[in-house]
């Protein structure tokens, strides 16, 4: 397949009977504007979105589309990468994962000025959540490690006090990003997005009552652990997101994401659980309001 072919958009796939919700995706890096993106996933029976910001202006652009838009809640956060490059300079790769320039190093006055307007950008009612935070042992070194800890922290006391979910980016970190979670109390509601555990964690998720949200990637020939995962989850515990424009389902893999696609995963997921598609609609739209407060 060519580099031209990749870029053309998969398809829109037959909708759901039930309408569910995209519990993570980025639409300002996707093409097009968002009202395009919400008429055509509303076609595919996805009524409604959340928006994640992952560095400060992601997160006010989130917050601000959620006001215009009653069917888009936000989520606002400095994602896990963002946090040391806020007080270490570091090479941007990853968090908004827009913006390749390098950012000068601020120390911890500034990591405490950026989660100051996280905090301002929680209480307005049209955002939903705090995040994605969480650990990111994957792109960022041992030398991140303390920033990104007391980012996330902070991220789980901020959300407490608002009482907003928790949206958890965790990669390669499974076992401190639990750690943590239980050392400072985890929020009422705590998202698992892009789930990436295994069935023993999802296991352990689902002893704490964390709801744990699959993406297209459980779709993938190498995902059988993550199948597992789900196989295991209490249905009741379940979400479906795109993390669009990422992590685009199979048979489309490498071409570019959108929540329109989210039907492609939910039958995907169904055929695991051994349900109908209309049931893990209903299961999927209901935890999803559930777990975001809608």
Known sequence: MSAKSNDTPPPL??????PVADSHTHLDMQSGTVEEALEKAAKAGVTTVVQVGCDIDGSRWAAETAARHGNVHAAVALHPNEAPRIVHGDPAEGASRRRAEARPA???AALDEALAEIDRLAGLDQVRAVGETGLDHFRTGPEGVAAQE???RAHIEIAKRHGKALVIHDRDAHADVLRILAEEGAPERTVFHCYSGDAEMARICADAGYFMSFAGNVTFKNAQPLRDALAVAPLELVLVETDAPFLTPAPYRGRPNAPYLVPVTV?????????????MSE?????TARAFDY
């Open 283 to 287: 299961a999927i739209a209901s935890n």
């Open 267 to 279: 039958r995907a997921m169904a055929a695991v659980r051994g349900i109908d598609e209309d049931a």
């Open 150 to 152: 007391r980012s996330f």
């Open 13 to 18: 796939p037959a909708p759901l009977a039930v």
């Open 106 to 108: 601020g120390g911890d």
